[in-house]
């Protein structure tokens, strides 16, 4: 059996950030990265990412996007409140992943496709990772980032208690394209529909909770379906609709166990009010890569692999607390509350978060919210 300084199961954003950011920060330890899929691969998602995750690599990551765009149009009670101020990046998964799993096999981290991880053996000093075709590896840290379908942090009892968005995206080639960003409120009772524009199409796509009756089906098919066509899609064609689960963040768990941590969206890592999960997940790789260089390096896996929890909290966590307020009043009385955060100061504050120029915790005004809170009961 190969031994190793750290695996990770998973090369989506999170796994290919931490793999690489350890190699930055501590170039001497073995990584080995797992991935069950051949890359390029598709990866169902609206490819609307924050320019902010620059801050997590030392290279150029424009290379791996597809356009920038900053005409982004909020629709609500049939209302369009446009902002033109926040660029974001457009990104097609299937390069943008590829490319950063490149530059982490550039910086020496050694990257097996194919290969799928069926369970992890916790040991005190070195966990096994067993894979389904490949044997087994040991290493002094495993992460698991497996995203939102994984099935091993549930089966190791690590799983995080998240809250479920369901999902639909559907990819439409055509290069009549206005270049603008919808988000649409109009369509959907909890959650909301979208249009991410690319060079040669749109990611269209719809997000509801599973929640009541509907569950399991909140009837997401037949909404997006109705919402395409106003961009000329008449029918959905079923080879270019993917549907997929989003572990939304639900509050402050526990993510590392002994010499195993989890990152990215299967440790719910993802905005609760936006869904947003490239630019959380790529920070949460960044957050353990730092951990885990240390550890490595100074071997205090033992002692001070838990900073992840704390790091965690404090970057990420924090900030989604107030993300979860929003999401809950916003989701429970969406009907109520859309008329008065229909306005442009609101969007662009929506904006400016999602871009990344500031944090919830700038924008949220406490006394605004006790106001919409109010309101939204006694109205
Ligand atoms: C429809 C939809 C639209 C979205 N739109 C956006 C958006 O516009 N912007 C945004 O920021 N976020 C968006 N998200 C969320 C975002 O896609 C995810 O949160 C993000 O991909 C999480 O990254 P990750 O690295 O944690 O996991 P993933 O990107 O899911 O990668 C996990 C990897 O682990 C591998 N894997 C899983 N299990 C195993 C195993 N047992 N063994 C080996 N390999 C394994 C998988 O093959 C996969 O490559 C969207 C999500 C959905 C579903």
Redesign the pocket.
Known sequence: MTNYDVII????????SCAYNIKRYHPDASVLL????EFP?Y????????PEVQNYFDFDVKGGIDSICTDVVMVANQKNIECNDFPLWMVR?EKF?KFLLDKAIAKDVQFMAN????NIIRLPEQSTVV?KDHGEFSAKVVVI????????AKKLGMSAKNTVLA???YEHYTSHLDGKLYIDFDYNDSGYA?N?PKSDGM?L?I?GFLKGRAKGNVGLPERLGKYSQQFSVDKLDKQYL??????LYSGRQKLVHDNVIL?????G???PLT???????IK??YLAAKVIAYCIRENRVKKSLANYDLAFDKEIGRDFYYARIMAYFLNNNLAKILPMISKPSAVKGFMSVFSGSSSYRDKINFRRILQLIWRSIFK
Do not use: N, Q, Y
Request: net charge negative; glycine share 22%; hydrophobic share 35%.
């Open positions: 199961i998973g090369a989506g954003p999170s796994g290919t797992l991935d069950k899929a691969r990866k169902p998602c609206g490819g609307g990412v924050s998964r992943d290969c799928e991880v069926v894979t980032a497996e995203g939102g379908r994984g099935k091993l999902a639909l995206e979208w991410f990611s796509g997000g993917h549907g997929h689960p989003i572990l990152i990215g969206e299967i440790a890592c993802v905005d869904a947003e999960g490239i630019r959380p997940a949460s790789g």
